[in-house]
Every structure is written in structure tokens, then in C-alpha cells.
């Protein structure tokens, strides 16, 4: 059984990469696993003031002047300087999650085309797949940077369906609520990963479908198209 | 000495409130204090992800539907439910920064028009000022419930100066550089209230000034008008 070819969009950070060992450097360098989550909120909820502004975001930059911020005054095993390196040095080496190596084989064996979507920069999506070997399987690699503020604004998701020349069905893939919300204000199918079986909150539009992991996604394209 | 009387639209929440009692509450039902900055952070970042998607957000729904899904899956002291209760109630119950209101009582003696202007309901404001016997000094409470999306959205800001019939000089004053950012964008003057000695981010418009407290603000105005 064969399911009529669609365009995927995968949003990268937490979607395919895994942050805990961000959290591992928050803990090693002594602030506690807790505030990765807080500093990870944080560059969001900045990068998302200023795509509420129209402005511009470098997502790298963000991370590390609120890493700096988060650290600040706290008792760290090494110097300021030192943990904050350590901080972004661990955001750059995250590996992909187990399920979705092979959820991507699957989807490109099905003959989808298969993009990943990122506010933060291409290089990121490029060593994640490069290190897993899988780089071959993707249609390309799109970050917004340089293109539109930030996901969840509308333009974001247009203009990568723009410059992909998406034509027919397009799926936005992501485990922020967020981001499927701005998806489907963009007129995107949509589909949550969520693997800690969390409540989606009602604050945001639904999804068009959820999964509990990447690769639950290809069996589920098959029962829709 | 007396300067030109101007408007100023104080930000409610850490702005004038402490939300120290937030973070013992996350520590009383066991989940430790980092996490009150994680789930702060996350209102903020799906409130803003609504504002930049012209959606509306209410400020207590979020804050409860993201306190549930902060605590979701951990150790706590009490039931889910009782500890998201116990998480707003304390957000509904905090005490104004000590700094706060001497500074309303210079400002408001200095002639100066004084506005609440929040994301989240005006109610917030109206207790923290009747709790300190404050309120005949504010000229008005303003939330942007049932006007406009969120600040940092330009239109929160305008909104507020067209509702005020503000004609002449307006100053926002926030602890939060992304409030900074949004009424420097809606054409305000600025005030940053820096009490923890933190650096400035530059992904943001700088201030038009800062201070370490409320109580600073009427001498900086007397130096400038």
C-alpha cells in the first residue's frame, strides 16, 4: 500500500534533536537540570517578542546572551564565561531522538518530499543529519533565517512552501504546540509529536493528526492519502 | 523643582509585583523553585507566539493550562490539581515590590498621569493597589484583554495612548526588555527597571533610561523634563 506523496515540513530543535544533554550541561556545570527548560523557554518567548514586532531574531545569539543571563549570579562550578560556552557547545551536539531515523527512512522510502523548517540556523539540521547519515534522505534544509521573522508568524511557513515550490498537501511536524499553531494559520496540515504524553493545550488550534513518535507518522499519511 | 507632567504606563506583573511567593509555592508542592522561571517563561512564550499570529490570549488560562503541564508527570506533594491550584493562587496573591510604592507616591505628588498597562487582566492590578492603599493615585488600570493581542504587539501601546487620550510625552516602565522593545516600536519613551543588576540584551531596543527601582524614577524625570 502506497500513500500519494506530500511535502513534510520537520521543525528541528526538540522535534527531531534531543535537549537533555543541554540539561546534562546545565547540571555538570551546577545551575541544575531545571533551568534548561527556563533558559529554552526564554529564547523562545524572546524570539517570539520580536517576530511579534517584525523583527529580525538570530536564534544562536538569543540563546547565548540568555544562557549569560540565566547563569548570572548563580554559584557555577566554572567561571561565567566557561558555562555559557559549555551551555551552547552541548545545544550544538545534540543527537537526533531514537525515532527518528527511522520514521525519515520510512517517509522517504514512501517517495515523500521531506524539508526541515527551523528558526534557528540550517547548520544545526545539517550536522544532525550529516552525523546520523542521513543527510541523502532530504529534500532539503530550510532555516528562516535571512527569509521571515520566526515561526509561528504566518510568513514563515508560506515562504518556505514558496521556496520549495510546494504545490499540493504540505505537513508541518513539530512537538511545540506552538508551532502547530502557526501552521495551520498558514493553511498547513499538521501533525504534534508527542512522545511524554502531554495535554494539548487549548490555547492554541489543534492538530490535523498526533503521533507518539516520528516514525508512527508514515502509517498514518498511508490511512489519510 | 518640578518637571513636566507626563504619562507613564507601568507593566504589572515583576514589573511593580514580586513573584517570589510563585516560586515557593512550586517549592511547597515539591517541584523546587526553579521551575516558577520555566513556567513564567512559558506564558510569556505562548502568549507572544498568539501576538505574533494576531490570535487572542488569555493571560490566566495560559497560566493555568501551562502550570498543569509543567507539574504533569512529577513528584509532587499534592494531587495535579491541587498543586495548579496552589500555583495560581499564589500568582493571584502576590505583594507589590517594596521599591513600588514610595515611587508611586513621588510620582503621583510630582503631577505625573499613572496607568497600569498588563497583559493580564486588570483585576491583578486592582488588588495589588488596594492591598497597598495605593489606588487613588493611579489615574487607571488598563489590560489589553478585550482590545488588542499582546504587548510587545505595537498596537498594545497605542491602544493604551489613544484610550488615555495621552497627547503629550509617554514612558512604559518594565522590568522586561521585550516590554522595552514593544513600546519602543509603538513610539514611547522607555524606562528599564533593573533591581538585579542584569545586563541589557542587545537582541532588543535599548531603554530611553533605566533604574534600579520605582522609587528612582521621579528624580530621572525631574533631571529630563
Redesign the interface.
Known amino acids: 500500500m502506497s500513500s500519494t506523496a506530500v511535502t513534510i515540513f520537520f521543525d528541528v530543535n526538540e522535534t527531531l534533536s534531543d535537549l537533555s544533554p543541554v540539561a546534562d550541561a546545565f547540571d555538570k556545570i551546577g545551575a541544575?537540570r531545571?533551568?534548561a527548560?527556563?533558559w529554552f523557554?526564554?529564547v523562545?518567548?524572546?524570539g517570539?517578542?520580536?517576530?511579534?514586532?517584525n523583527?529580525t531574531?538570530?536564534f544562536l545569539?538569543?540563546a547565548q546572551?540568555?544562557a549569560?543571563?540565566t547563569l548570572?549570579?548563580r554559584s557555577l562550578t566554572a567561571s561565567l564565561d566557561e558555562s555559557v560556552d559549555a551551555i551552547l557547545a552541548a545545544f550544538s551536539s545534540m543527537p537526533l531522538h531514537d525515532d527518528v531515523a527511522p520514521g525519515i527512512r520510512s517517509l522517504h522510502a514512501a517517495g515523500h518530499r521531506l524539508f526541515t523548517l527551523s528558526n534557528g540556523p540550517t547548520t544545526t539540521a545539517e550536522r544532525l543529519f550529516a552525523t546520523a547519515e542521513l543527510s541523502g534522505l532530504l529534500t532539503g534544509m530550510l532555516s528562516v533565517e535571512g527569509h521571515t521573522?520566526?515561526k509561528?508568524?504566518?510568513t514563515a511557513y508560506l515562504d518556505a512552501v514558496e521556496r520549495t515550490n510546494t504545490g499540493g498537501i504540505a505537513y508541518l511536524v513539530a512537538v511545540h504546540?506552538?508551532d502547530i499553531?502557526?501552521a495551520t494559520?498558514a493553511g498547513l496540515s499538521t501533525i504534534w509529536v508527542n512522545r511524554?504524553?502531554?495535554?494539548y493545550?487549548?490555547?492554541?488550534h489543534p492538530p490535523t493528526f498526533s503521533v507518539t513518535s516520528i516514525g508512527a507518522i508514515d502509517s498514518q499519511l498511508v490511512q489519510r492519502h
Open positions: 541544575g531545571e533551568v527548560s527556563a523557554a526564554s523562545l518567548r524572546d517570539f517578542a520580536l517576530t511579534a514586532t523583527g531574531a538570530h545569539d538569543i546572551t540568555n549569560r543571563d548570572r549570579g521573522p520566526w509561528p508568524g504566518r504546540p506552538w499553531h502557526g494559520e511524554a504524553a502531554a495535554a493545550p487549548e490555547h492554541f
